[in-house]
């Protein structure tokens, strides 16, 4: 039975993308079955997951208005040995034409509700915003996972997806809990940055993950080359950094 986890933060930035793109390799290295969905309208995850998103014949957006079902929805990323939902522009008028539909919050957990035995881990990127489709993704979730930097902004926004985590759990999905806090481009130099990850760990305890994702190029350059960071350089810092957050992930999910 599929876990399935949102990674979201309503402020843009911060490393949603990377973190989904990078878990769901790391994951498949511990030979973990994972299916990557991106429900982001630029579709970087669908890019950095090695797949052309100009060239799809259908995407998430088919998925999500009824005219496609997963299985042909479905791609293999060639480098990461993950599948995914690709996402493109199609995707934006998604919202527009949702309205209309019934059970419009619930459409992504319909569909992922017939893979649910096929899969070990579904990750979500969403896009850095509360939209429908932010939405569909927090209702099909068991759990959230919120990387974020750690700076002055990050803090107030943190408190802004945390009541509206809280809504939906209240409203729409009784299922959905923070999973926890991924700490991303990190700067151990940087007094402030070591401030914030103490009020963290004072303020969320355990749900701050032990795994910490330092600032790192080679995380930055693999997009470019339609890989993942821990396949483009493995033994990078960075890689590193999100192969131990996947073994903290395994471990994590066999508490829950």
Known sequence: MARIFCVA?????????????????????RKQRVLLVDLDPQGNATGGSGIDKRGLERSVYHLLVGMADLAAVRVAS??????????????????????????????????????ADDYDFVLIDCPPSLSLLTLNGLCSAHGVIIPMQCEYYALEGLSDLVNTIKKVHANLNRDLKIIGLLRVMFDPRMTLQQQVSAQL?????DKVFKAVVPRNVRLAEAPSHGMPGVVYDPAAKGSQAYLDFAEEMIERVRTL
Request: with cysteine; hydrophobic share 40%.
């Open 9 to 29: 933060n309503q402020k843009g930035g911060v490393g949603k993308t990377t973190t989904c793109v990078n878990l769901a390799a790391a994951l498949a290295r």
């Open 78 to 115: 060639p480098s990461g040995k993950f599948d995914v939902l690709p996402a493109n522009r199609d995707l934006a008028g998604a919202e527009v034409e949702m309205v209309e539909l019934e059970g419009r919050e619930k459409r992504l957990k319909k569909a992922l509700a017939g893979v």
């Open 201 to 205: 760990e004072d303020h969320f305890g």
